[in-house]
């Protein structure tokens, strides 16, 4: 039965719509389309801890359009990283998911850079870990299923983009939760990096987590790209963590986005396993969000 969803009811699902970001749902099949942003509540760990979501799903997206979820950087602005996707998303076809992680409910690099896997990344111990649900990229897997229910889109697994300090949380989301529904990802321009390796302590390496005696073979088969530009090498860049451990992966960001590649090669070498990780560096662009989102988007589509 042939149907239509008003703008109106629509905008009650999809909280803070304004007549620029009217959504329609029109004939059998969901033709969801706009850009806007809802807050996701529906994550039974985060019910106190709403969650605004921009989005943007171009005219010509269909059923079995991919889906990007967005990870902000430090400035915690969603829609801002949601923005730098929409120029593709129309050429491309696909949709774009940007979830903000505010320092309200996901506070300081605890609760979003290193995921909220420990009450105090930086002090790893079993009293501190917190529960798997309550990691931060626990919730990226319901609000796939939501947005999926909402505009009809039948696809199994979803691609992760995350830059700088959200490169930060998109790594270890990989890295520490072999189950979720993701299918690519791309970690541009982050700070410092989890090395897949267990004689180098949490947050630097997997000594003392969760992923200490996690099989790595899941991880190294990865569709992950490294992805870094060539002028992203300010040692003094604002922002950039330095102490011995951070610095033993290099003195800036282009430089320990190189030792996060070749770390995983060499220990997929030394246990045999398949590599399938890619690094691509980019000339003469520094930390630039715009661009090497332009960049990620010819990567993945």
Request: net charge negative.
């Amino acid at each position: 039965m042939k149907f239509t969803l008003v703008p109106f009811l629509v905008c009650i699902l999809f909280s803070g719509c304004d007549k620029n970001e009217e959504l329609q749902v029109i004939g059998d099949e969901s033709n969801v389309t706009g850009t806007g942003t809802f807050t996701f509540t529906d994550y039974a760990p985060f019910a106190d801890k709403p969650i605004q979501v921009d989005y943007h799903i171009p005219e010509n997206s269909s059923s079995v359009s991919p889906i990007l979820f967005v990870f902000h950087g430090s400035d915690r602005n969603g829609a801002t990283a949601r923005n730098a996707f929409i120029s593709k998303a129309n050429e491309l076809g696909f949709i774009v998911v940007a979830p903000s992680f505010t320092e309200t409910y996901f506070e300081g690099g605890d609760g979003y850079n290193l995921g909220n896997i420990f009450e105090d990344g930086d002090n790893p111990s079993e009293i501190s870990l917190n529960l798997q649900e309550e990691w931060t990229f626990s919730v990226i897997d319901p609000v796939f299923d939501y947005i999926k229910a909402l505009t009809g889109n039948a696809s199994a697994t979803y691609d992760v983009f995350g830059f700088s300090a959200g490169a930060q949380i998109a790594h270890r989301f990989l890295i520490f939760d072999s189950g979720a529904k993701i299918n690519r990802m791309v970690a541009a321009s982050a700070g410092w990096y989890t090395v897949p390796d267990n004689t180098i302590v949490f947050p630097y390496g997997l000594e003392a987590s969760p992923g200490e005696t996690a099989d790595l073979a899941p991880l190294f088969s990865a569709n992950l790209t490294v992805l870094i530009g060539t002028n992203d090498n300010d040692p003094n860049a604002q922002g950039l963590r330095h102490n011995e451990f951070a610095d033993a992966q290099g003195l800036n960001r282009f430089d320990r986005a190189q030792h996060f590649y070749n770390e995983g090669f060499n220990s997929a070498a030394a246990q045999n396993l398949p590599f399938a990780w890619q690094y691509v560096s980019v000339q003469n662009v520094a930390h630039d969000q715009n661009v090497l989102a332009a960049v990620a988007a010819d990567i993945l589509y």
